[in-house]
């Protein structure tokens, strides 16, 4: 049996990973509001190429990620373009939630005890993941927050927006080589919600269209140009 569509429902405080082959789209739904995706990516065939965030940022000339923009690894190629965009802006630059940001906010809770209402931090949840693979600490990097946005004030001190994404708000990658996905749904650190949050999210996976020659994200930054020549060169042969 083939499979050509999958649907699933992530809920708060939880993890995800799979590898998610070369021509596939997943479109994320924000199905309460206020949700926050922490994502990496991994090259499955070579686990040391990873997403890398400043290149990413840099080589596009950009601080928010939003349709258009493509996520690089630090291999200069590409693993996903983000083809569809409600919110118009996903940050990459605040990192991760740790457990002691997490009892400091909210307070402990432990799975253990507390079961689904336990208060899991977003760093322990990648570990758990990469685990999975044969990965550790040492190959944690710079994460992507889908559904979230930063502002900074007159001090230039960063703030999460609160409100940006709505329920229904949806983000959809085109992934451009096979890649390793891992995911949480795990508060952002910059988050001050007065309780713990539990934000689902819903992911989609089917087939998406060929990239032709006038592909917006292939042509949205001059970079992305050589990018996408860099993913044609990988693929050469195979």
């Known amino acids: 049996m083939t499979l050509k569509t999958y649907t699933t429902e992530i809920a708060g405080a939880s993890h995800w990973s799979l590898r998610v082959r070369k021509g596939t789209l997943m479109r994320l739904t924000d199905l309460a509001g206020n949700a926050n995706v922490g994502m990496l990516f991994y090259n499955p065939e070579n686990l040391l190429e990873r997403y890398n965030a400043p290149d990413t940022l840099k080589c596009q000339h950009t601080f928010k990620l939003t349709r258009g923009n493509c996520l690089y690894s630090d291999m200069g190629r590409i693993f996903a373009s983000i083809v569809e965009d409600d919110l118009g802006w996903h940050e990459s630059v605040c990192g991760n939630s740790n457990a002691a940001q997490v009892a400091e906010r909210w307070g402990a809770r432990d799975y253990q005890n507390a079961r689904n209402e336990w208060h899991q931090n977003g760093y322990d949840a990648f570990l758990v993941e ?12 710079a994460n ?4 979230s946005k930063v502002a900074t004030d007159d001090e ?3 703030q999460l927006v609160s409100g940006h994404s709505k329920a229904g708000s949806q ?5 451009e080589m096979d ?11 910059l988050s001050s919600a007065d309780s713990y949050p539990y934000n689902p999210v819903r992911i989609e996976l089917s087939q998406a269209a060929p990239v032709s020659d006038d592909d917006f994200c292939r042509n949205f930054r001059p970079e992305n140009q050589r990018g996408f020549q860099n993913n044609a060169l990988y693929h050469l042969g195979k």
């Not at 990469?130 to 990097?141: E, I, T, V």
Request: aromatic share 8%; hydrophobic share 50%.
């Open 130 to 141: 990469l685990a999975k693979y044969g990965l550790g600490r040492a190959d944690m990097a």
């Open 156 to 158: 230039g001190r960063m």
């Open 171 to 175: 983000v959809a990658l085109r992934f």
């Open 179 to 189: 890649t390793l996905v891992v995911l949480h749904t795990c508060p952002h650190p």
């Open 144 to 147: 992507l927050n889908l559904f």
